[in-house]
């Protein structure tokens, strides 16, 4: 492996140039940098980053941990956060903890304060005690997109208004004129998707219709856990008009169990979801869904971890994403007149 002094030594210059050129600091004449560059070039130096991160006491990477890569809505968030992380000259690290807490742990162990200056946790797996000792050990800690944004965590965020997004998928299939619906809650027994929920009862308690929802399930947050769950609510409960999913995933599920049946979408039954990953728009019907702020709430998780590793503060900060917004597409009508 090509070393600096090995370029310095054939540009001419000293190892301290080589590096002066490399980070653009410092000044250095044009011939100069020229030559380096050139250097580098014919060699095909690439700098150690591990090295780099000891000599500078400060590591090139951020890390940026997901509950499960194969969820689409996850990629979608790493896009936006890895184009704001280089946008700051860092690389991103993603680090898949497959829902297991354990796992998680050992990525706070040995990623955050070693191969990357801070951490941002995008998913439920490690606890927040987990997540303020490690933060207590020096390592900079931002969860990426917090649902309670009047409930503090007691550590830097961006806090998204799930409940908001709940309270919207309500007054929409209120509007159109369901009486009779169905809720399916995804994160399966950890209810990370209570807010979400919640405001999506409390908008109906507003609205005169507190009894609206007539069969509830918890689901795994999976197309295959609404296409089960789906199956099962709607052999169980055939009244009912429409459906609200706390996520896009098992909303697209419940649509293609609709489809096994025979049920017609949005004919025979309405379907909503919550998130606007790309598959919602792909879908046939397109689904119906409560946009998240996802690319800004990355981007905006990204610099907050950023200032906090420049300057650590002792209060945590929680930065509030723009608000979700209903995006009404085929998959919601008003419930058909011959449907008891």
């Known amino acids: 492996m090509t070393t600096l002094s090995q370029v310095a030594q054939r540009a001419g210059v ?66 936006a956060a890895e184009q704001a992380a280089r946008q700051h000259g860092r690389f991103l690290i993603v680090c898949n903890t497959n829902d297991d807490h354990d796992i998680g742990r050992a990525y706070l162990d040995q990623i955050a304060g070693t191969l990357s200056d801070g951490v941002l946790v995008m998913n439920a797996d490690p606890s927040l005690d987990d997540l303020k000792a490690t933060e207590r050990r020096g390592a900079t800690v931002v969860l990426g997109m917090w649902e309670k944004p009047h409930q503090p965590p007691g550590l830097p965020c961006v806090a ?112 909503i979801g919550l998130t606007d990953i790309q598959s919602a728009r792909q879908a046939r019907p397109a689904l119906t869904t409560v946009a998240l702020p996802t690319a800004q709430a990355a981007s905006m998780s990204v610099a907050l971890l950023l200032e906090l590793i420049a300057e650590p503060q002792a209060v945590a900060t929680m930065r509030i994403a723009p608000a979700p917004e209903l995006v009404i597409r085929a998959s919601t009508a008003p419930p058909s007149s011959d449907l008891g």
């Open 14 to 79: 000293t190892s301290a140039t080589v590096s002066n050129v490399l980070r653009q600091r410092g000044k250095v004449g044009a011939d100069t940098r020229a030559r380096v560059l050139a250097a580098v070039e014919a060699l095909g130096y690439r700098p150690h980053l591990t090295a780099r991160a000891l000599a500078e006491g400060r590591a090139p990477t951020l890390a940026l941990m997901v509950s499960s890569i194969a969820n689409p809505f996850y990629p979608e968030y790493a896009l």
């Open 160 to 271: 998204v208004d799930f409940h908001l997004a709940g309270a919207l998928a309500a007054r929409h299939l209120i509007a159109l004129g369901h009486r009779k619906i169905g809720v399916m809650v995804g994160g399966g027994v950890c209810g990370v998707h209570a807010e979400r929920e919640r405001g999506f009862n409390d908008a109906l308690l507003e609205l005169g219709h507190g009894d609206a929802v007539v069969h509830r399930m918890m689901v795994h947050d999976s197309v295959e856990g609404g296409l089960q769950a789906g199956a099962a609510m709607l052999a169980a409960t055939p009244s009912i008009t429409a459906v609200f999913a706390t996520n896009d995933l098992p909303a697209l599920g419940l649509m293609h169990a609709a489809a096994d049946l025979g049920i017609k979408v949005p004919q025979q039954l309405s379907v």
